[in-house]
């Protein structure tokens, strides 16, 4: 089975940057290079949401409050997908994690916590 592995959280301040990374296992770089990948996240008590998505031929799309802020970026020959985050606010406080977009959705992995200070 799929194994997603997220690291790069981390705390920072307000306007500051992170990169997230997501490291997929269990699947061949043939299914991973053809699934549309996405990051998501979610905050304390709400509900998980998508933040950007990433096809196969690299065509990106975001939430409209994460818009030129975020990159989204994938590394098919290493199955990994990763997120750029600058100008950080305090409302992008999350766990955030990485899953291929459309059903089945493969297992979620820990996530990992970012924390923006104000």
């Known amino acids: 089975q799929v194994q997603l592995v997220e690291s790069g959280g981390g705390s920072v301040q307000a306007g500051g940057s992170l990169r997230l990374s997501c490291a997929a296992s269990?699947?061949?770089?043939?299914?991973?290079?053809?699934?549309?990948m996405g990051w998501y996240r979610q905050a304390p008590g709400k509900q998980r949401e998508w933040v950007a998505t990433?096809?196969?031929?690299?065509?990106?799309n975001y939430v409209d409050s994460v818009k030129g802020r975020f990159t989204i970026s994938r590394d098919n020959a290493k199955k990994m997908v990763h997120l750029q985050m600058n100008i950080l606010k305090a409302e992008d406080t999350a766990v955030y994690y990485c899953?291929?977009?459309?059903?089945?959705?493969w297992g979620w992995g820990q996530g990992t916590q970012v924390t923006v200070s104000s």
């Open positions: 899953n291929k977009v459309g059903l089945p959705q």
């Open positions: 990433i096809t196969s031929d690299s065509t990106t």
């Open positions: 269990g699947t061949s770089r043939t299914i991973f290079s053809i699934n549309v």
